[in-house]
């Protein structure tokens, strides 16, 4: 017989997809910088790193083909020129699996008036969400393609002033550098751009893009003056997230308040990075019931968490434009 805690008789499948299912729906909505990446997967017995290989742009010339040179495309007559040499570029990355648990003893399971298990799934589903998605935006802050806002030619002098604020004319330079290499969009045409909110007030204080709202949008309760949300604009998509990196300038403790912290808006086109997951291993709730260690002799204790792989990696410096600036007003930022 199934150890009775929680006032069933062990954890059935049914309880089992309920509680996985909390755990994905809790953490879903935080997953915004993985929502925009070419999502690959390893397959079962495939290891753990993966390698991506594409065949970099051969270059066109209208020069004659001589010798030693493979890119001339002017034929002389009766001649076919040099073979043309392909180059080919490799991005490797390696998954890591991260988790969490806790222990629950026999007289909270078996006492407490609230259901111990549901909550630790809920909590759980909003802790792997915000883990996870930290693991991506690391990744993609470490692009080297920067955009410093207004006259700063660096982090220590945005950090030093609160003058080199975001503004539309940065987006609009975002966006021609993208197009300048040729990147296209992500989706329905458009960039994605994921700013924090303390970056959305700024933007909504800026006269020239709220007249663009009154006459461009339809009036009513979706205009993006009434809803406050940005929605497109210059050929972008506004995200708004507030797990958008911050940090600070210099080497102050964690989590302390800065009055004006460095903030990173990430400009994104199609391909720019990908996320990896493993074929065999879904993020999933583990519970295990009272009597289901062998270092619990005496049953007094459940366990529960949540465990999942996965890694990214950019795939396209020139894919991908990070914009650093300060905003109108203080903040803590998330790391250094």
Request: one cysteine or more; a negative charge; glycine letters at 10%.
């Amino acid at each position: 017989m199934a150890v009775n805690y929680l006032g069933t008789q062990g954890l059935t499948d049914e309880m089992k997809t309920f509680y996985d299912r909390q755990l994905l729906e809790r953490a879903q909505p935080n997953l915004v910088h993985a929502r925009y990446g070419v999502e690959k997967t390893v397959p079962r017995s495939g290891g753990k790193s993966i390698e991506v290989r594409k065949m970099l742009q051969i270059p066109a010339s209208i020069s004659a083909a001589s010798t030693g040179s493979n890119y001339g495309a002017l034929l002389f007559e009766g001649s076919a020129g040099g073979a043309v040499v392909a180059t080919f570029v490799k991005v490797t990355a390696t998954l890591a699996q991260y988790g969490q648990w806790s222990q629950i003893t026999d007289l909270v399971e078996t006492q407490s008036f609230d259901p111990v298990i549901n909550e630790f799934a809920v909590n759980y589903g909003q802790t792997m969400g915000i883990a996870l998605d930290e693991v991506v935006r690391a990744a993609l802050v470490a692009g080297t393609n920067l955009q410093y806002a207004g006259a700063a030619t660096d982090k220590s002098s945005i950090y030093a002033t609160t003058g080199n604020m975001i503004s539309l004319a940065e987006f609009r330079e975002a966006v021609n550098t993208l197009k300048k290499k040729d990147i296209p969009p992500v989706v329905d045409g458009k960039y994605i751009a994921i700013i924090h909110p303390d970056t959305t007030r700024d933007l909504f204080a800026a006269s020239e893009l709220t007249q663009i709202f009154r006459e461009a949008y339809d009036r009513g309760g979706a205009n993006p003056m009434v809803t406050g949300v940005l929605g497109d604009y210059m050929g972008i998509r506004f995200v708004e997230t507030t797990r958008a990196y911050t940090e600070a300038g210099g080497s102050p403790a964690a989590g302390s308040v800065c009055a004006s912290p460095v903030y990173s808006t990430l400009v994104i086109g199609a391909n720019a990075y990908m996320t990896v997951k493993l074929e065999s291993q879904n993020a999933q709730l583990i519970v295990h019931p009272r009597g289901g260690h062998l270092s619990d002799p005496l049953e007094q204790y459940s366990t529960v968490g949540w465990k999942a792989a996965i890694c990214a990696k950019i795939l396209d410096e020139n894919a991908l434009v990070r914009i650093l600036h300060a905003t109108s007003g203080g903040g803590t930022w998330t790391s250094e």
